[in-house]
């Protein structure tokens, strides 16, 4: 699973560096500031969140079991859910959009929690 999630964070942050520099060159004209913001925020998370997936990677590595895999699978649905609304909010303007954005962030935040528990399991298959 490690080499999953470390392939994923390696894939996450490619694309997150593609739709930066995306924003910065093709959208800086051709949208408001406040949507480029809103994109940009899509991409700077999405890039906190590739390197999230290594920390992940490493963590199903050392301490196999449920929580260290929990959290690189919550790593990559919450970027898919935060990232991926802002894009499509951000390109498209239907604030309905919006709405998606938080259950990404609480999955990040699940995460993060899964990562904290993992690395306080004392058994080796917990």
Partial sequence: MERRFFAAGAISGL???LLGAFGAHALRDRIAS????IYETGVRYQMYH???LFAAARAAARWPGGTARAAGILFIVGTVLFSGSLYALALSGIGVLGAITPAGGASWAAGWICLAVASRARNEGR
């Fill in 50 to 52: 590739a390197l999230a």
């Fill in 15 to 17: 694309v997150g560096v």
């Fill in 34 to 37: 406040d949507a480029l913001g």
